[in-house]
């Protein structure tokens, strides 16, 4: 078995504000070249957490470069929800690899879900790493370099204090900051990774969060997305009663933000407070990204997913009453094992009656160490995909009907920047969750970058079904 020196958290702690300062002023001395590379997998929480790294660093003099050939340090920073993500990390292992035989200087990193579920396995099959970092200790990076020049290879993947102070980002420019407000997960469901590579639930202090949401506006940032795997749950651990909807009072109220998003909820945390506070509080989108998963009470309850579809469904009437127009998004799982014709007629039904905004459909993918691989995985490939299919079909059905009708209306859109499908149109997202474009030129000639980070009255006026077309509604 590989033997390789690891750092714990509380060896990492120890060290910290003493090799913060150490290790700044020996990149300073030193003329240091840092050159740091890094390649982000999944989803809002890992793109946080890369930007973290990257302040870290450069507080201790890395500068960030474009290809990992220009690199003398290559980091990971990894997904373990489905396989597919894993693939890709391995696949890039193996061109690192190569790269790594050319220039035996080059360190090389991984870090973040799949460091933390696979640890030292990663190691004996990829010997030219030279660095795993877990979810929580990836704060501790220039520490953890600087460890790595002692000793051959560190691993530091023990769960740490990473709520107990504010840590920098450096954030792409652009309207939006992903602030994140909570990490890990309490309720595991017998399919999900995530309670295994992110740990148990944490909320961290709402005093820290504003600091944080403060520095991001006054960075030019003008919307804000709240992070969490269950983030409707922010607070529960913290003990004093704080909840989401008094952060987002909180944070309300803080001069030049403009706009509050929050992902991804549960539908057992939704409460009636939080709903009329969304109502009430022109700041902060009407949406809510709540994944059902699947309309069968039977499957549900071998997801271990703690509420049934009619729970689900009292939920969506409830924020359709509270909130009016608010836009429902899902996620849903397709052949999860032992779903039956009859259990996926299910979630087909759900779908017909909520009629999500949007939807998000995954075949059933096992993830190695979840209750849920102990299930015969017995429905067939070929019977996964006819069943997403169907179920994407439908939902295209249902969002090309709404937003045609939503022609010759007015919303209130965010512009974020240029469309990444058309450089010659402006890219927004509505006071809900409504992709909306418009041309970068106006009628006059005149440019209208000078709106991307401004919110602006547009009209619809066509659309697919992905994205609706429209242009500013004349003053």
């Known amino acids: 078995m590989l033997q390789t020196p690891s750092v714990t958290a509380s060896d990492a702690a120890a060290v910290s504000q003493t090799m913060d300062a150490a290790t700044t002023a020996a990149t300073a001395a030193s003329g240091s070249s840092g050159r740091v590379f890094i390649e982000t997998f999944g989803c809002q929480m890992n793109l946080a957490d890369t930007e973290v790294v990257l302040a870290r660093l450069a507080e201790a003099g890395y500068a960030q470069v474009d290809t990992p050939e220009a690199a003398n340090l290559v980091l990971l920073n990894t997904c373990s929800v489905r396989d597919h993500a894993e693939a890709k990390v391995r696949s890039r292992l193996g061109v690192l690899r190569i790269q790594k035989r050319a220039n035996p200087g080059l360190k090389i990193g991984v870090m973040g879900c799949m460091a933390q579920r696979e640890k030292s396995d990663l190691l004996r099959r990829n010997p030219h790493i030279d660095l795993i970092v877990g979810t929580d200790q990836f704060v501790h990076m220039p520490q953890l370099l600087a ?55 944490k909320s961290r202090d709402p005093a820290l969060i504003e600091t944080e949401v403060r520095a991001a506006v ?148 096992p993830r190695p160490g979840t209750p849920a691989t102990r299930l015969d995985d017995d429905v067939p490939e070929a019977v996964k995909k006819d069943r997403c299919h169907r179920l994407l079909n439908l939902q295209m059905s249902h969002q090309t009907a709404q937003y045609e009708a939503l022609k010759g209306a007015t919303r209130q859109v965010l512009i974020d ?32 970058d000078h709106l991307i980070g401004t919110i602006v009255p547009v009209r619809i006026e066509r659309s697919t079904a992905l994205t609706l077309f429209g242009d500013i509604v004349p003053t």
Request: charged share 20%; aromatic share 8%.
């Open 147 to 201: 460890q790595l020049d002692q000793q051959q290879r560190v691993v530091a993947t023990d769960f740490g204090d990473f709520e107990a102070r504010p840590w920098p980002a450096q954030r792409a420019a652009g309207p939006n900051a992903f602030v994140p407000i909570m990490r890990g997960c309490n309720y595991a469901c017998t399919y999900c990774i995530v309670p295994y590579t992110r740990g148990a639930e």
């Open 218 to 365: 006054a960075a030019g940032h003008v919307q804000v997305t709240l992070l969490g795997q269950t983030v409707d749950a922010y607070g529960k651990t913290l003990g004093d009663g704080t909840t989401l909807a008094g952060l987002l009072r909180r944070l309300h109220a803080i001069d030049g933000l403009q706009r509050i998003r929050f992902i991804t909820s549960h539908p057992k945390d939704i409460t009636d407070d939080l709903l009329h506070t969304m109502a009430e509080l022109p700041k902060v989108a009407k949406h809510l990204h709540v994944p059902a998963q699947c309309g069968s009470d039977r499957i549900l309850r071998l997801m271990g997913r703690r509420y049934t579809r009619d729970d689900y469904l009292r939920f969506a009437e409830r924020a359709r009453r509270i909130i009016p127009g608010v836009e429902l998004q899902s996620d849903f799982i397709v052949g999860f094992p032992h779903e039956s014709d009859a259990d996926f007629a299910d979630t087909v039904s759900l779908m017909e009656t909520v009629r999500f905004n949007w939807s998000y459909v995954f075949t059933y993918s």
């Open 417 to 448: 920047g240029p469309s990444s499908g058309d450089p010659l149109m402006l890219h927004g997202r509505s006071e809900g969750n409504l992709h909306i474009v418009l041309p970068r030129q106006a009628s006059d000639g005149s440019n209208r």
